[in-house]
Antibody, heavy 117, light 113 residues
């Protein structure tokens, strides 16, 4: 059974770079059936799709974040990562990683990231 | 982007009664070549990630109680809980995966009356 676990700092200063990692166990990220995705949720609000990566190297990014966003994948360690530059208060949210076969059948528990000085 | 609009935003239902949540997409999410609607439903409880309930508009995930059902096609979809239980209190989201980016509805908060 696949499991995903996010890791990264809970506090990031404005204008700095947010870096998160999603460790995948129970399923190789090299499986071509799936995309590996980041989704976030500000407190008390809905779900916002951030972007995704496929083992082929194909990435898709939310157009509102595209200029600041990079998603990568590490097949040797079976994880994928997110980097969001020049963060601001509006980037404060719970960040989820998920496995996507169109729909999201497996999710991490989420990590709260607060942007504050 | 395909906009997903859910109604109502909040819903209070008595235990044992039926709950109905609607989801409307701004564009058709039915792929005619395979006759499949690219629409999923999720349940999210406080402090937890969303849980996939239904994919392809009406296919219930393994382990999901059969009181949950999905219906609809094209642009109009419904999630029905046939008999409300205490453990069904949650926020429910629809999501389309027909277009890129995938998009979610704003959520419907389901409570007990």
């Amino acid at each position: 059974q696949v499991q995903l676990q996010e890791s990264g700092p809970g506090l990031v200063k404005p204008s700095q770079t947010l870096s998160l990692t999603c460790i995948v166990s129970g399923d190789p990220v090299t499986r071509g059936t799936y995309y590996w995705t980041w989704i976030r949720q500000p407190a008390g609000k809905g779900l916002e799709w951030i972007g995704r990566i496929h083992i082929s190297g194909t990435t898709h990014y939310n157009s509102s974040l595209k200029s600041r966003l990079s998603i990568s994948i590490d097949t040797s360690r079976n994880y994928f990562s997110l980097e969001l530059t020049s963060v601001m208060a509006a980037d404060t949210a719970v960040y989820f990683c998920a496995r996507e076969g169109g729909y999201y059948d497996s999710w991490g528990q989420g990590v709260l990231v607060t942007v504050s000085s | 982007d395909i906009v997903m609009t859910q109604s109502p935003d909040c819903l209070a239902v008595s235990l044992g009664e039926r709950a109905t949540i609607n989801c409307k997409s701004s564009q058709n999410v039915l792929f005619t070549s395979n006759n499949k609607n690219y629409l999923a439903w999720y349940q999210q409880k406080p402090g937890q990630p969303p849980k996939l309930l239904i994919s392809w508009a009406s296919t219930r995930e393994s382990g999901v109680p059969d009181r949950f059902s999905g219906s609809g096609s094209g642009t109009d979809f419904t999630l029905t809980i046939s008999s409300m239980q205490v453990e069904d209190v949650a926020v429910y989201y629809c999501q389309q995966y027909y277009g890129i980016p995938p998009t979610f509805g704003q959520g419907t908060k389901l409570e007990i009356k």
